[in-house]
C-alpha cells in the first residue's frame, strides 16, 4: 500500500519504459518518430519514483537517451530504429563466464578471478542517406576475491573489479555509394576496417579502460561512431542532438 502511487505511475509509463523500470531492459524495432513517446516517458521517471528497486541505472538518461536522439536526427520518418538494451549489470550470474584460483601467499586465504562479459546496448538505425548503423557498447569486467585473515584473526573478504569498455561500429554504405579515404588515420585507440565492395562495410572497433561517467562513455560512443563517416565525402555526420 505504501508504493502504490509510484506502482500506479509506473503502469502509466510507456510499455519500454515500463520494461526498463521491473525487467531492467527490452529489445524492440520502431520507426524513427515511435521513439519519442519513448523518451518523453523516461524523462518523467525521476519525478514519479524514489523507490530504489525501480531507480532506471544512470546509463539510461545519460547514454540511452542521448543515442536515441542523436540517431534519431540522422533518420529519415521511415527509419527503423532497432535497440536491445539489457541494464542488469555485470554481476548478472550469466554473464560471468568460469572462475579460477590464483596463488597466493599468507595472510591471503584464496583469491578467485572471473571475467564478465557484459553487452549492455545495442542498436541498428537506417539512416537517410540510405546506409545503415549498427553500434554494441559491452563491459568486459574483470572481478577478483580475495579472503584474508588479519593480525586479529578476523576473515575479511574483498572483491574488486576492473572495467574495459568496448564499443564496436558498423556502417553499411548505399549500393555504390562513394568512398573518399580521410586525410589522417584515427586514434591509436580506435581500429578500422574497410571491406570494399558494391556496398561498402566499415567497421571501428575501440577499446577504452573504465568505468567513465556517463556523459564521457557518450562521447566515447560518438567518437567511434564518426570514423566510419569519415571515409565517405563530406555531408552531415553524426553529432550531439540539441
Known amino acids: 500500500m505504501f508504493w502504490r502511487k509510484q506502482k500506479a505511475a509506473i503502469e502509466r509509463f510507456h510499455p519500454l519504459h515500463k520494461a526498463l523500470t521491473l525487467e531492467k531492459g527490452f ?4 520507426r524513427r518518430d515511435e521513439w519519442e513517446p519513448v523518451i ?18 544512470n546509463r539510461v538518461p ?16 521511415d527509419g527503423v530504429l532497432s535497440v536491445a538494451a539489457d541494464m542488469r549489470g555485470a554481476e548478472t550470474p550469466d554473464k ?4 579460477h584460483e590464483l596463488p597466493v601467499q599468507r595472510p ?16 541498428r538505425a537506417e539512416l537517410r542517406d540510405g546506409s545503415v548503423l549498427e553500434l554494441s557498447v559491452t563491459d568486459r569486467v574483470r572481478f577478483r576475491r580475495r579472503r584474508k585473515r588479519n593480525p586479529r584473526g578476523k576473515l575479511k573478504i574483498k572483491t574488486k573489479a576492473k572495467t574495459v569498455h ?13 568512398v573518399q579515404r580521410p586525410g589522417t588515420p584515427p586514434p591509436p585507440w580506435i581500429r578500422v576496417r574497410v571491406k570494399q565492395g558494391r556496398r561498402t562495410i566499415f567497421r571501428a572497433n575501440g577499446k577504452v579502460p573504465g568505468p567513465l561517467t556517463e556523459s564521457t562513455l557518450t562521447d566515447l560512443i560518438l567518437h567511434v561512431s564518426t570514423e566510419p563517416f569519415r571515409w565517405t565525402p563530406p555531408g552531415r555526420a553524426m553529432g550531439r542532438s540539441s
Do not use: E, F, N
Open 27 to 30: 529489445a524492440v524495432s520502431l
Open 62 to 77: 545519460g547514454v540511452l537517451v542521448p543515442m536515441l536522439r542523436v540517431l534519431a536526427s540522422d533518420m529519415g520518418p
Open 96 to 99: 560471468a563466464g568460469p572462475r
Open 166 to 178: 568496448l564499443v564496436r561500429v558498423t556502417r553499411r554504405l548505399a549500393k555504390d555509394a562513394a
Open 108 to 123: 591471503v586465504l584464496s583469491l578467485t578471478q572471473w571475467y564478465a562479459m557484459d553487452p549492455w546496448l545495442r542498436m
Open 40 to 57: 518523453q516517458s523516461l524523462a518523467r521517471h525521476r519525478t514519479q519514483i524514489r523507490r530504489r528497486r525501480w531507480l532506471l541505472p
